[in-house]
């Protein structure tokens, strides 16, 4: 059974992105959202959603590695990105395009320096 964890950023939370094309640029969350996740863009856009000021990524650990399930907003719940087509990962999803491999490989960058440092953090504190 995976325990499913949540990790919150704000729009104005600054990502590096990490592209095959280019070298690594840093933009907002919600840029970043803009940018790679259809989703999102057609809910602010054809939808005329508000966009959101807060993002919630959902993400497990397995094997000891970081992947991430969704991203979705806190206020209206609306899911934006996922990665759920099949929880096994047995099957590769058919759906998977080059931007949702952005959105995945940044925020799995952010998501690991995150977690180092929370875990820096929590030695330094056990050690005193």
Same mark, same amino acid.
């Given at each position: 059974?995976?325990?499913?964890?949540?990790?919150?950023?704000?729009?104005?939370?600054?990502?590096?992105?990490?592209?095959?094309?280019?070298?690594?640029?840093?933009?907002?969350?919600?840029?970043?959202?803009?940018?790679?996740?259809?989703?999102?863009?057609?809910?602010?856009?054809?939808?005329?959603?508000? #966009?959101?000021?807060?993002?919630?990524?959902?993400?497990?650990?397995?094997?000891?590695?970081?992947?991430?399930?969704?991203?979705?907003?806190?206020?209206?719940?609306?899911?934006?990105?996922?990665?759920?087509?099949?929880?096994?990962? #047995?099957?590769?999803?058919?759906?998977?395009?080059?931007?949702?491999?952005?959105?995945?490989?940044?925020?799995?960058?952010?998501?690991?320096?995150?977690?180092?440092?929370?875990?820096?953090?929590?030695?330094?504190?056990?050690?005193?």
């Amino acid at each position: 059974m995976k325990t499913f964890n949540e990790t919150i950023f704000h729009k104005n939370h600054i990502v590096s992105v990490t592209e095959l094309s280019t070298s690594s640029r840093k933009v907002s969350f919600q840029n970043l959202m803009k940018e790679f996740c259809e989703d999102y863009t057609i809910s602010i856009n054809h939808c005329k959603r508000s #966009e959101a000021d807060i993002f919630i990524v959902v993400w497990y650990q397995k094997n000891g590695d970081l992947h991430i399930d969704n991203i979705y907003n806190q206020d209206t719940r609306e899911i934006y990105w996922g990665h759920w087509w099949d929880r096994t990962e #047995e099957i590769p999803n058919p759906y998977w395009k080059y931007n949702d491999e952005v959105i995945y490989c940044s925020l799995l960058d952010c998501l690991i320096n995150a977690h180092l440092l929370c875990n820096s953090r929590l030695n330094k504190r056990e050690v005193k």
